[in-house]
Each structure stands twice: as C-alpha cells, then as structure tokens.
C-alpha cells in the first residue's frame, strides 16, 4: 500500500454559479513531487487554496496524515506542516531576507505557547531562520532588504519564509512563474533538493521542469481532474493531448 500523506474525498468549492474545484478526489504519496497542470482557470490553485485553508471548501473533505483537516485555518494548518507558496510574490518588502524567514519561523509557534517562551525558544527560532536560508541558498544575503533583491531572489526568499515553518508538505503555486531562464534553473534545482526529504505539490506550466521534476501528475480542466498517473501515463494519454497538451503544441 502506497503511504499517502494527503488526500481529497470529493472535494469542491463553488463561487457562486461557478465550480471552480469540482468534485476532486486526489491521494498525494509522501516523498513524491506531484504536479498539478492544466489550462488557465482550470481551478489548480483554487485546489491548493482549499488544501493550506486559504478557503473554506463547499463540500468533500481533506485528510492530512489521516487527519481530517478540512476547514481548518491556514495557521493551524501551517503549524501541522503544510505549507505554501504564492502564485504572486507575497513577502514584506521593507524587511530583510532574515527578518521575513523569522516572521514565518515564529509564525509556527502555537499561540498558547508564549508564556513559556524562553531564551531557548528564541534560538530555536533564530536556528530555524538560518536553516531556512541555508536552504533556500539565501544565506549570504541575509541582511539584504527584500525590495533590493532580484525578482528571482525574492521568489527564492518565499520559498525560504515556507521553509522556515518547517513543513513536511509543500504546495508550491507556479514557483517559476515570471522567472527567466537562469533563475528558472536555480529555482529548479532547489526545488530537486528540497525534493529529497519532503513531498511537494506543484502547480506549474513550465512543461519541461515539471516533466524533468515530477513523480506524478494531475491534469485538471473546468475544475475536475482529467487524468492522474506517472509521468509516462500523463505523456501517453490521448485525452490529455486533445484537452491540454495538444492544444498547448498547437498555440506555439
Ligand atoms: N475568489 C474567487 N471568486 C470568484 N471566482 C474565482 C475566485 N478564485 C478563482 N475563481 C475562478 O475560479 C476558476 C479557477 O481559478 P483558479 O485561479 O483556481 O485557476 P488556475 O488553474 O489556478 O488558473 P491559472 O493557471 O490562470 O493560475 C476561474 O474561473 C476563476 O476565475
Ligand atoms: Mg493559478
């Protein structure tokens, strides 16, 4: 039996008249990259808004390590070790690469916990931080403020911000997007070391990294899953290549 760390029961969410995530039953296997593809309004993220608790899905349910997560807030979900990535660049400017991972190092720590927040605590938040920019190959440029940096550091410095809550799931939201081709590169390799020991779940529309990267992949069009399978199943499938694939040869 495949050791699945996530998984959807028919999961949906409606914006109004819209099904945007349509009935999306998903077993994600730890330690694999699995790949969320799919045309533009497909509902990809959508489905990962609904998997970190950015939304309130409108029916199914999520299990994460066999617990059932669904509805619960995004910190709450983040504390469990899921975390994510934005689509759009999200960190705070005005701060620096050390301050933005500690903001989300700290971020991990439960609430309840801060009468007890000894010396001890505050090094073990200074030591996640670190090892978040270690990670995310960000080290040296520590005291740099964010706003200073490249377009490619910063989405670099995001990823590092989800490091440093140390997570075992990682939803990453089109981490390439924008990118050129050298920071594409350096993003994919990081993405192949932090493969190592965590499972990812990656939306992407860089075809050749996500073939090169992922274990498995999902194609989701109009909200629903078209197919899902390894990555030579996804290639030879004739339904993929009608409804996304071939479509994308066709436009270039
Ligand atoms: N908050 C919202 N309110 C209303 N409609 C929404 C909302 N968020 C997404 N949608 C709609 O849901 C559908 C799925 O959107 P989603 O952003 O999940 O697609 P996507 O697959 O991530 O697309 P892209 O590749 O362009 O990022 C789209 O039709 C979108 O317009
Ligand atoms: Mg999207």
């Not at 069009?221 to 993929?240: C, D, K, M, P, W």
Request: glycine residues 8%.
């Amino acid at each position: 039996m495949a050791d699945v760390i996530l998984k959807t029961d028919r999961l949906s969410k409606n914006f109004g008249g819209l099904i945007a995530v349509n009935n999306v039953t998903l077993a994600f296997e730890r330690g694999q990259v699995h790949a969320i593809i799919g045309p533009n309004g497909a509902g990809k993220t959508t489905l990962i808004n609904l998997l970190s608790g950015d939304l309130l899905p409108s029916d199914g349910a999520i299990l994460f390590n066999g617990r059932n997560i669904t509805s619960l807030p995004p910190h709450k979900i983040s504390q469990m070790g899921i975390g994510r990535s934005y689509q759009k660049t999200n960190i705070f400017t005005e701060f620096s690469c050390f301050e933005n991972c500690w903001v989300a190092a700290q971020s991990r720590i439960n609430t309840s916990m801060r009468f007890f927040r000894a010396a001890r605590h505050l090094k073990s938040v200074a030591e996640r931080t670190e090892k978040a920019l270690e990670l995310c190959g960000l080290s040296q440029r520590s005291d740099s403020r964010a706003s200073a940096m490249s377009y490619g550091e910063q989405r670099q410095l995001e990823i590092g911000m989800m490091l440093a809550t140390e997570p075992e799931l990682l939803l990453l939201d089109e981490p390439l997007a924008g990118m050129g081709s050298d920071e594409s590169l350096q993003v994919i390799e990081l993405l192949r070391r932090l493969a190592v020991d965590h499972t990812l779940i990656l939306i992407e529309h860089d075809m050749d990294a996500v073939f090169s990267i992922a274990d498995r992949l999902t194609v989701m069009v109009n909200g629903r899953v078209l197919e899902t399978g390894t990555v030579e199943q996804i290639r030879n499938s004739q339904a993929v290549q009608e409804a996304y694939l071939g479509v994308e040869e066709d436009a270039v």
